[in-house]
């Protein structure tokens, strides 16, 4: 049934997603990060560098980058890491521009508040978590703003197409590939499923 297997899929992605939030809740709820983006020119500041944001700390963690920010929505820390060569590349512009003051991605109302999804660049599609910074005992007041990513590369898209054993492709949702049926469909519902030809049915989620 092509709608159970839709709900596999999209089930099998929100677990990603959840796996990958447990991750950056936990930096997000550390002094030591909170410190970093209080004073990031600060000795402290820099031996954290150096320590924890190394090219290691991406490639063990599945983490493709990484953004801090202050109080004020200004980037104070920023790196992306090539999964592939390991070795560090320039951060989206894509991205950075979707991280401006009064973004809707940095729009945290208290400290429990969280942000994830999947965000459309053009560098591809990116599983993004947005997280207020508080303290190591996950009180006080939001002291800064913690972005992680993670790219959803062909790789990881096909170990989910196994995982499910569905044939799975991510578009985003202006994508040619839709129809303004299959957009009115979905505005409306998470599921869209819709026959090809006799042999072929599509099934759409959000």
Known sequence: DTAQHLQRAVNTLNADIAAFKLLALNWSRWD????FIREPQSAIAKHFVSNYLINGTYV???LDVT????????????KAVDATTKKEISVSSSLLSQLK???PLLNHPDIHHEITGVLSLPEGHLEL???????????????GYLIWGR???????????????TNISLLPFSAAEFSNLQKTALANDPFFVQPVNEDRVAGYGR
Request: no cysteine; aromatic share 8%.
């Open 32 to 35: 030591d990060v909170r410190d």
């Open 60 to 62: 063990n963690t599945d």
């Open 67 to 78: 953004v801090f920010l202050n109080m004020k929505g200004e980037v104070v820390f920023k």
């Open 101 to 103: 003051p009064g973004s």
């Open 151 to 165: 790219y959803l590369t062909e790789d990881v898209v096909s170990r989910f197409s196994g995982i499910t054993g």
């Open 129 to 143: 978590v947005s997280l207020p910074v508080s303290n190591s005992i996950g009180n006080g007041p939001i002291n």
